[in-house]
Structures are given as structure tokens and as C-alpha cells.
């Protein structure tokens, strides 16, 4: 569970995970704090139990931030702090591969940051992020936030940005990806340079496909 390296980071299907979700003070994973942490089981496709805590930060939430994901300093001012969240939490998740929205470059980076300030070790729980697999399954997409999947496979989206919510779309999103990701990987664009899967991009020029091995792999073409 706890060791010195990340999991791996998995492009496919598994059945048995934990979908989870941070709600945060901004967008910087040096300097922000996380406020709340939501998680559900998932076993079999189904799920199974669910966690979830507001995180008193210990710091003003930004007006910005509250408007975003609607958690106030008074809600969070009789709330447990981190240090007595986080081991809850990754009791929770045990050795299921961790799956959520966009959490290899955000809230992975929150995580890892906060189990090396308190346990000097990162969990070593594989890794699925559906924004690339979102990416692959889903090209003609003009965006690939939550919302946008979730509109697409019309799912509810009320309550959005509340931690919870956002893993309960997140689980039903990977769900539907799940079935369309054989297909989509066969169809797949291969990089010439590192045989990684390219994925359509949008960049400040227009559409591109680009290296999923990005920053080591940084192989792009015009689309
Ligand atoms: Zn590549």
C-alpha cells in the first residue's frame, strides 16, 4: 500500500476499484489544501461502500474555491484535519487500483504530496485516469471534463464539484468508457516513436494528436 513509488498507470478496464475525488482550495498541488475526500468501492462493477469527509484545511477556502465546490469556512471549521483523514482514507482504498478524473496530473499529486509530509511514503495503488481513456473512446468530444461526460452519456449532473457526486459520475463515466475501450484500443493511433497510444488534442493552433506518453514521449502530429 504505502512504498517509495507510484503504481502503475493502467489504460484499460478492471472491475474491482476505487473511484475517488478531492475538493480543494485552488488549483496548485504545491500550495493548496484539500477540504474534502470522497471515495467509492467498487467491486464486480457494482458499488459496494462509500467514504467520505469534509477537511478542515486549516486556512481560509478562497472565495473562488467556494464558489466552485460550495464548501465554506463554517462548514469546515468543526471538521476533522488531514493528518486524521488521510489514514481512514487509504484504509479504505487498500490495494484496489485507484480510478478518478484527471488525477494523474491533480489530485494524485495532492495525495502524494500529503502521505509524504505525514507517512514519508506514497501509495503504490495502480492508477486509472478515464481523461485519457475519455480522450481515446471519445475523439469527437470538443472537451472532456466530467460534465462533458457525463452530459454525453446522459448522466444527472446535479451536485457536481461536491466530492461524492463528482466519484458517482466518475464511476458511471469509467463504466461506459469500459465497454467502449477494447474498441477504442484497436483503432488506436500507435506513436512511431515510443509505441504509446496518440490522443486528439486541442492546442492554441487547433486539433493535434499527441504522444499519451507525454512529457517523456512528447511525439505530436498534425490531425
Ligand atoms: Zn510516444
Known sequence: MLGNQQGK??????PDYVVYDLETTGTSCKRDKIVEIAAIKVIGGKATEEFSSLVNPECPIPYGASQVNGITDEMV???PVLHDVLPR????????????????????????????EVFKKIPDNDLV????LARLCLPELAHHRLTD???????STAGAHRAL??????????????KALAGAMKQAKTCPRCGGILE?????????WGC????????????
Request: aromatic share 14%.
Open 9 to 14: 498507470s493502467l489504460r484499460r478496464y478492471v
Open 77 to 79: 471549521a468543526g471538521e
Open 89 to 116: 482514507f487509504l484504509e479504505f482504498v487498500g490495494e484496489l487500483p485507484l480510478v478518478g478524473h484527471n488525477i494523474i496530473s491533480f489530485d494524485m499529486k495532492f495525495i502524494y504530496r500529503e502521505c509524504r
Open 129 to 132: 485516469d478515464t481523461l485519457p
Open 149 to 155: 461526460l457525463a452530459e454525453h452519456y446522459h448522466l
Open 165 to 178: 457526486k463528482d466519484c458517482q459520475m466518475t464511476m458511471q463515466v469509467y463504466e461506459e468508457l469500459g
Open 200 to 208: 486528439l488534442r486541442n492546442g492554441r493552433y487547433g486539433r493535434f
Open 212 to 223: 499519451s506518453g507525454y512529457p517523456s514521449c512528447r511525439y505530436t502530429e498534425n490531425a
